[in-house]
């Protein structure tokens, strides 16, 4: 069963419009943890922020922004003024414990945005 | 510091031969996680190490798959026989602590994109 959902395949946007990227996670733990990551053209995934399970406030960086719910088991990505630096793929993964014990990070398939001048 | 780095960044190879990869973690990090990205996919994990030990392998693909981890630092990814199937981007991360460390963070590599023709 797919554990990490980013339903929207692609995305493409004006600049300066505002994006809203979806996430929905699936997990019977109670601690775990939510990531995004930025891979853009050049191909390396970047880092971008960690969510942890307790944690529902709301954060916002700069032009970023994410939203946690846990009632929904989401965790979407506001892009608010996009700029054409944005285009990127971007990955949202979900981080829990396996049957092992140990850290097993699952990702979403990416959300491909394209911001056009 | 200096960050996850891989070699070679390009690899074409001919159907039947034999590659090896290589990854660098970030100095200090115990745990390495190798990933594959297919072409316009999502990341599919294969090997995590903790240490120079592998306790989770359950992503290899075939038996033609195969990693090591040396002296708790470098890795290699060694694909035999290679298949025009096993084309795709092959990523490498690291975290500082890994297993049990649900809230870790994976820091990854630029990748090394395989060809195999």
């Known amino acids: 069963a797919q554990k990490v959902t980013q339903a929207q395949t692609e995305i493409s946007v004006v600049e300066k419009e505002d994006v809203t990227l979806d996430c929905v996670y699936e997990?019977?733990?109670?601690?775990?943890?939510l990531f995004w990551y930025k891979q853009p053209p050049s191909g390396e995934l970047v880092f971008l922020i960690r969510?942890?399970?307790?944690?529902?406030q709301n954060e916002i960086s700069g032009r970023y922004s994410w939203n946690f719910q846990k009632s929904t088991s989401s965790f979407n990505f506001t892009i608010t003024a996009s700029q054409v630096v944005d285009s990127a793929v971007y990955f949202c993964?979900?981080?829990?414990?396996?049957?092992?014990?140990?850290?097993?990070?699952?990702f979403g398939t990416g959300t491909k945005l394209q911001v056009i001048p | 510091g200096a960050g996850v780095s891989q070699s070679p960044s390009n690899k074409v190879t001919e159907k039947g031969k034999d590659v090896e990869l290589r990854c660098d973690p970030i100095?200090?990090?115990?745990?390495l996680y190798w990933y594959r990205q297919s072409l316009g996919q999502g990341l599919e994990f294969l090997i995590y190490?903790?240490?120079?030990?592998?306790?989770?392998k359950s992503g290899l693909p075939s038996d033609r798959f195969s990693a090591e981890r040396t002296g708790g630092s470098v890795s290699t990814l060694t694909i035999q026989r290679t298949q025009q199937e096993d084309s795709a981007v092959y990523l490498c991360?690291?975290?500082?602590?890994?297993?049990?460390?649900?809230?870790?963070?994976?820091?990854f590599g630029p990748g090394t994109r395989l060809t195999v023709l």
């Open positions: 100095s200090g990090h115990t745990a």
């Open positions: 190490f903790q240490g120079n030990s592998a306790p989770d």
């Open positions: 991360a690291s975290s500082l602590k890994g297993g049990g460390g649900v809230a870790d963070t994976q820091y």
């Open positions: 969510r942890n399970s307790f944690d529902e």
């Open positions: 997990t019977r733990d109670t601690t775990y943890y």
């Open positions: 993964a979900l981080s829990e414990r396996n049957s092992g014990g140990y850290q097993k990070v699952t």
